[in-house]
T-cell receptor
Framework: GENVEQHPSTLSVQEGDSAVIKCTYSDSASNYFPWYKQELGKRPQLIIDIRSNVGEKKDQRIAVTLNKTAKHFSLHITETQPEDSAVYFCAASNPLNSGSARQLTFGSGTQLTVLP | GAGVSQTPSNKVTEKGKYVELRCDPISGHTALYWYRQSLGQGPEFLIYFQGTGAADDSGLPNDRFFAVRPEGSVSTLKIQRTERGDSAVYLC????????????????FGPGTRLTVL
């Protein structure tokens, strides 16, 4: 089955700096890669996702890049703000196992702390 | 509109007891997923429903775990003879199952049920 590894496990940055979180996956058939933000005691919320037919996607201060050959993808947050502090999870999905729906395999999470 | 809801928000039980966790998906979402999240870890897939049927239950850890979705909407996760190792946050998610190019069918998560087995 799919295995997703995520680094780093913790990341501290100064407000205004950029943050980068990296993930690798094992199943070359995976083609959908969402990123979720989870604040303490809250539910995971999708912040951005990318399909394997594109290499990069951007939404305001957040961007995701995908390298299918190397089987890794990254989350980039620019101009970080204290409210960006949370745990971020990457995930990968292989629809071959579940039809049109997508069973997600998650990374272990990155605790991002933005210092004011 | 209303998001995914789960009840109870917290459940404390004793080892060996039976528990039921409920999930109300977003109206119209045909796909429903159960995940388990242990402290400091990412959610781990348990089971996925497409309509009323369990399309994939490969993530259920053993036969003490069972889930149903009899009318294709609300789902109940049932755990028999609970063990201390079952303590975790149980998350439910739902999504549409549109097909075709460009459809990603985002999974919307509920707030979770925190299960503590003493």
């Amino acid at each position: 089955g799919e295995n997703v590894e995520q680094h780093p496990s913790t990341l501290s940055v100064q407000e205004g700096d950029s943050a980068v979180i990296k993930c690798t996956y094992s199943d070359s058939a995976s083609n959908y890669f969402p990123w979720y933000k989870q604040e303490l005691g809250k539910r995971p919320q999708l912040i951005i996702d990318i399909r394997s037919n594109v290499g990069e996607k951007k939404d305001q201060r957040i961007a995701v890049t995908l390298n299918k050959t190397a089987k890794h993808f990254s989350l980039h947050i620019t101009e970080t703000q204290p409210e960006d502090s949370a745990v971020y999870f990457c995930a990968a999905s292989n629809p071959l196992n579940s039809g049109s729906a997508r069973q997600l395999t998650f990374g272990s999470g990155t605790q991002l702390t933005v210092l004011p | 509109g209303a998001g995914v809801s789960q009840t109870p928000s917290n459940k404390v039980t004793e080892k060996g007891k039976y528990v039921e966790l409920r999930c109300d998906p977003i109206s119209g979402h045909t796909a429903l997923y159960w995940y388990r999240q242990s402290l400091g870890q990412g959610p781990e897939f348990l089971i996925y429903f497409q309509g009323t049927g369990a399309a994939d239950d490969s993530g259920l850890p053993n036969d003490r775990f069972f889930a149903v979705r009899p009318e294709g909407s609300v789902s109940t996760l049932k755990i028999q003879r609970t063990e201390r190792g079952d303590s975790a946050v149980y998350l439910c998610a739902s999504s549409l199952t549109l097909t075709g190019a460009g459809t990603n069918n985002e999974q919307f998560f509920g707030p979770g049920t925190r299960l503590t087995v003493l």
